[in-house]
């Protein structure tokens, strides 16, 4: 893969990592970045099949030890051993992923994305109620694993979405690469990184009861509500880069 990295800010700075999801590309970041430019070293990358980098040639070529393996490239590339991870959507499913592996985040602020094997444990945990609302909101899911049909409907959608239909196609197979395999058969959910959960309490696609639920998990947790929808990056920057400077301000210090 040819990944396309973008840098600025202040190189003396602490690094953040700020990761996208579907169907975005780094660019969902800009509103935020310009607020934290001034004192943090900012790294941005386009994930695989997105934007400027380039896409696989087939499903497998998306799932999570490939994109894990993307950020390991990156950080080598920018020459940072560690750094503030700030993820949303299926970039903060890969962030929880590599949170578990891995002694390369200082810490790890996530938007809109519980890990699939943190949801996996949720679906044992929870009781049959809340189970239920989390799978009316992911709904959608099931509908990305079929053939063609969504292909056609987010390439329509994409405009809206601001996104290109390229990448609204290519990111299907994020979907269907990782979602019925890790769920069915996931991994430890305890990861090894302080974790911000900012919860956006207008977001229609996870429920209050999973983003709880991940509490458990970390070792260090602090869990933020803002009143915003699923891209609050985009609708509440302001918000957004004031919690990310103040949690990756607080763990450098420790």
Request: charged share 20%; glycine share 10%; hydrophobic share 40%.
């Amino acid at each position: 893969m040819r990944l396309a990295v973008y840098e600025q800010g202040d190189p003396a700075g602490p690094t953040i990592l700020f990761l996208h999801g579907y169907p975005d590309d780094h660019r969902v970041w800009d509103q935020v970045v310009r607020r934290l430019e001034g004192g943090h070293h900012i790294v941005r990358y386009d994930v695989r099949g997105s934007g400027g980098s380039s896409a696989p040639r087939s499903v497998s070529g998306y799932r999570l030890e490939r994109l894990a393996a993307d950020m390991d490239a990156v950080l080598d590339a920018v020459g940072k051993p560690q750094v503030h991870l700030v993820a949303h959507d299926w970039g903060s499913i890969q962030g929880w992923y590599v949170a578990g592996r891995s002694d390369r985040l200082a810490s790890f602020t996530t938007i809109g994305g519980p890990g699939l094997d943190q949801t996996a444990a949720f679906f044992r945990q929870a009781g049959r109620t809340r189970v239920l609302g989390q799978l009316l909101r992911s709904w959608y899911i099931a509908g990305f694993q079929l053939p063609v049909l969504p292909e056609l409907v987010m390439g329509a959608l994409a405009p809206a979405l601001g996104a290109t239909a390229a990448d609204a196609r290519n990111g299907l197979d994020l979907y269907r690469a990782n979602m019925l395999n890790r769920l069915r058969r996931p991994g430890d959910p305890r990861v090894n990184t302080p974790v911000q959960l900012i919860e956006c309490t207008r977001d229609p696609f996870v429920s209050p009861w999973l983003l709880a639920s991940l509490r458990q998990w970390a070792p260090v947790f602090r869990r933020e509500r803002i009143a915003a929808d699923h891209w609050a990056q985009r609708t509440q920057p302001e918000a957004v880069a004031k919690l990310v400077a103040e949690f990756v301000d607080s763990r450098n210090k420790t």
